[in-house]
């Protein structure tokens, strides 16, 4: 597939903490957890350009236009002894989706990854979301079965830190 050559990927900078909001409730909306969105834009002015920053933004332009954008940080494993990145958030509007946006986005982000020193990326992506799946199959992906996501927040976590 050849990519348009309008085509640009860029580090966010806080003067794109609006679009990355925008994106984020885009992603939310899509994903139909809009609801559950509690990020604002100080939120993001702290996690991801303040001092302690240790996560990432990239975003996507056709041409001016801003068409996606990713959001990573990196993890590390004890058994290999090499960092990983983690794909927090991929997205590309859908009135461009197709065009090798969100592949470009992907192949940008393993660039970073092998300059960081990385050994794998990794991403979740929602059951029903057959599209996604397909297309990170067909990227080469690998959906790891053998393991199971778990998460503890709000109530439980509170009393998991008093204790």
């Not at 609006?18 to 939310?28: D, N, S, V, Y």
């Not at 940080?73 to 991929?90: A, H, I, N």
């Not at 992506?125 to 393991?147: H, K, P, R």
Request: hydrophobic letters at 40%; aromatic letters at 14%; a negative charge.
């Amino acid at each position: 597939m050849t990519l348009p050559v309008s085509l640009r990927i860029v580090e966010a900078t806080e003067q794109d903490i609006p679009l990355i909001l925008q994106f984020i409730r885009e992603l939310a909306q899509y994903e139909k957890l809009l609801d559950q969105v509690e990020n604002n834009e100080d939120r993001i002015r702290r996690t991801i350009f303040g001092e302690d920053r240790d996560i990432h933004a990239v975003i996507a332009y056709e041409r001016d236009v801003p068409v996606g954008y990713a959001v990573f940080f990196y993890t590390y494993s004890t058994f290999v002894g090499l960092r990983g990145l983690y794909l927090e958030d991929l997205y590309v509007r859908p009135e461009v989706r197709g065009k090798g946006f969100g592949r470009e986005l992907l192949s940008y982000l393993a660039r970073v990854a092998k300059a960081r020193g990385c050994w794998r990326m990794e991403w979740v992506v929602l059951n029903w979301n057959e599209s996604a799946i397909s297309f990170y199959q067909g990227l080469g992906a690998v959906q790891m079965n053998d393991w199971t996501t778990y998460r503890i927040f709000g109530d439980a976590l509170n009393r998991l830190a008093d204790d």
